[in-house]
């Protein structure tokens, strides 16, 4: 079992950066893909960005190329998404997810494990 829980969500203007984390418990961590995905007021979950349990491989979501890194530290059991030129469509509740695969993943029915999610607001 994996919990998660995300943390430094907020309100930011547009061009700002937030940095949001997701600490994971237990002692597998470093054994899962880790992703995030975010959900907008009356629209569907979709995909961000995901990263393999080595941090060598990374899958990205086209409209966030170039303004988010993910990163993750095997150590401390945390996953970090640095959001940079923020946008007002970057607005929704943003969740983390681990994955038992071997390579990044999109789809979320591939994601075993959710956190409860932090809430990124961009204003215009």
């Known amino acids: 079992q994996v919990q998660l829980v995300e943390s430094g969500g907020g309100l930011v203007q547009a061009g700002g950066s937030l940095r949001l984390s997701c600490a994971a418990s237990?002692?597998?961590?470093?054994?899962?893909?880790m992703g995030w995905f975010r959900q907008a007021p009356g629209k569907e979950r979709e995909f961000v960005i995901a990263i393999n349990w080595s941090g060598a491989r990374t899958a990205y979501r086209d409209s966030v190329k170039g303004r988010f890194t993910i990163s993750r530290d095997n150590a401390k059991n945390t996953m970090y998404l640095q959001m940079d030129s923020l946008k007002p469509e970057d607005t929704a509740v943003y969740y983390c997810?681990?994955?038992?695969?071997?390579?990044?993943?999109?789809?979320?029915?591939?994601?075993?494990?959710w956190g409860q999610g932090t809430q990124v607001t961009v204003s215009s």
């Open positions: 237990g002692r597998t961590f470093s054994s899962f893909t």
């Open positions: 997810a681990a994955a038992k695969t071997s390579s990044p993943s999109s789809y979320p029915g591939q994601y075993d494990y």
